[in-house]
């Protein structure tokens, strides 16, 4: 039988393969020993773990800033008096009105007199009575004919005359109720003919200035507040007038924890209310902090807000801090070193003691 040329080439192949395969060398594309070949997967996540995460970071130094306390309140007129009567009586006439602006001593209410211009002609009558007899009776005694102990009952008849005299002269001017303050006139005010007893109110005065602009304050702020500081107050009006921290509360209310504070301010033009709403903001002692965005902010394992930073070996680590006050542009910080380098982009992929690559904001960040 003739052996054809097919069967002697499929003879061969198998040959071959079965000594390649006996040899126990396998070569698959793109591995083996040479040295272009790739690493296994688990090396090369082990070398790309030795490479320093890169992140950005900026340095941030602290600033002197102004710190300031806000109270919200409302304003009150440092003076507001209740002129009352002294004794009873119809009121007669009432120059004062309402919004009227009153000197010390100007008359407010008018009463009846009724029978107290003759108490005090009666008064007058007994006391010059009473003044002849002494004077006689002195004379007498100077020249014998007159007991000591009658000069002496006459000047004590003098005497109790003259008292007398003044009662019935004070009771006739209280029919005359003046203001004791310069001032405003604001209800209540009486009207005329109205019957006033003692005590009644006859009008009531408002010394405009100066205005206070009265506020309440935690406890936890309360150190923070000295008589004497600058305040800025705000009023709804839109005005704006400084003024100066006049009085502290010594106690707190007991329902609110909180101490009464009022800022005297100048009011001579009479421009400020009483009882406007207020917001005033207390000048604090200058003091040291930073100025970020909030974009960099992040939170510890605990809770803890702040940011992270890196160290001079390149490590991350971790500054708790404390908000202090903000605006759209930023918040201010207290807690840091007043020199930080702080990761500004990536500091939420990586984590304290880390050692990372710092890429500072001028330059572009390459993971």
């Known amino acids: 039988m ?19 395969m006996a040899t126990g060398t396998t070569v698959v594309m793109g591995q083996g020993n040479g040295e272009n070949s790739t690493p296994p997967p688990a090396e090369r996540v082990k070398a790309q773990a030795s490479v320093p995460f890169a992140v950005k970071v900026e340095t941030l130094e602290a600033t002197t800033r102004t710190p300031f306390l806000e109270m919200r309140g409302r304003t009150q007129a440092d003076t507001r008096v ?53 004077e006689a009776a002195s004379k007498l005694n100077n020249r014998g004919f007159s007991a000591a102990n009658r000069v002496i009952a ?56 100066p205005m206070l602009a009265i506020g309440a304050v935690s406890e ?25 921290v006049s009085y502290i509360a010594s106690s707190a209310d007991p329902d609110t924890r909180t101490f009464r504070v009022e800022v005297e301010l100048p009011n001579s033009d009479f421009e400020l209310k009483d009882g406007v709403t207020t917001s005033t903001q207390l000048q604090l002692a200058e003091e040291k902090a930073h100025f970020v965005s909030p974009g960099i902010l992040t939170l510890a394992d605990n809770g803890d807000i702040g940011l992270r930073g890196v160290d001079a070996d390149n490590k991350v680590i971790f500054y708790p801090v404390e908000l202090i006050g903000g605006d759209t542009q930023g918040v201010w910080l207290k807690g840091l070193p007043e020199k930080v380098t702080v990761i500004t982009v990536g ?21």
């Open 2 to 20: 003739a052996i054809r040329f097919s069967h002697v080439l499929a003879l061969g192949l198998t040959a071959g393969i079965g000594i390649w």
């Open 82 to 134: 209740e002129v009352h009567s002294e004794t009873s009586g119809v009121v007669r006439t009432r120059p004062a009105t309402e919004g009227m602006f009153v000197r010390k001593g100007d008359l407010l209410c008018s009463l009846d007199r009724g029978a107290r211009e003759a108490r005090v002609l009666q008064a007058n009558a007994a006391l010059a009575q009473a003044n002849i007899d002494y």
């Open 154 to 209: 006459l000047k004590a008849t003098r005497d109790a005359a003259k008292a007398q005299l003044q009662e019935a002269e004070l009771e006739l001017d209280r029919t005359e109720i003046r203001a004791p303050i310069d001032g405003i006139i604001e209800t209540p005010l009486t009207e005329v003919g109205a019957m006033l007893g003692v005590g009644k109110v006859c009008a009531t005065i408002m010394a405009p200035d």
């Open 220 to 244: 936890s702020n309360i150190q923070a507040v000295k008589v004497g500081q600058t305040a800025v107050v705000n009023l709804v009006t839109g005005q704006s007038v400084e003024g100066k």
């Open 347 to 367: 500091q939420d992929f990586v984590k304290e003691g880390r050692t990372v690559h710092p890429v500072f904001e001028t330059a572009e960040v390459s993971q």
